[in-house]
Nanobody, 123 residues
Framework: QVQLVESGGGLVQAGGSLRLSCAAS????????MGWFRQAPRKEREFVAA????????YYADSVKGRFTISRDNAKNIVYLQMNSLEPEDTAVYYC????????????????WGQGTQVTVSS
């Protein structure tokens, strides 16, 4: 069992920055990936970014490429999402997710989820 706890959401003006954190605890090893998804009102949950813990390879959705950066702290089992140049369209609840083995972009391929943190970008 893996537990995920997110933090760092909030309200920011367009063009601003936020950093989200997700701490993982429980039965983990190095052979897993962690990702960020988001869900806006009346929309489906969508992939944002993911990192493979072993090796650190990353993958981003086109909509955030160049603005968001996913990173990890191996010692603390924390994954971060640095979000720069935020736009009103980035407003959503952001979820951290965990899966064994490699990066995936479909939400159904993730095994564990955090509770979500709200990000609101005002224009």
């Amino acid at each position: 069992q893996v537990q995920l706890v997110e933090s760092g959401g909030g309200l920011v003006q367009a063009g601003g920055s936020l950093r989200l954190s997700c701490a993982a605890s429980g039965r983990t090893s190095s052979n897993y990936a962690m990702g960020w998804f988001r869900q806006a009102p009346r929309k489906e949950r969508e992939f944002v970014a993911a990192v493979r813990w072993s090796g650190g390879s990353t993958y981003y959705a086109d909509s955030v490429k160049g603005r968001f950066t996913i990173s990890r702290d191996n010692a603390k089992n924390i994954v971060y999402l640095q979000m720069n140049s935020l736009e009103p369209e980035d407003t959503a609840v952001y979820y951290c997710a965990f899966r064994w083995r490699s990066i995936a972009t479909l939400s159904r391929e993730y095994d564990y989820w955090g509770q979500g943190t709200q990000v609101t970008v005002s224009s």
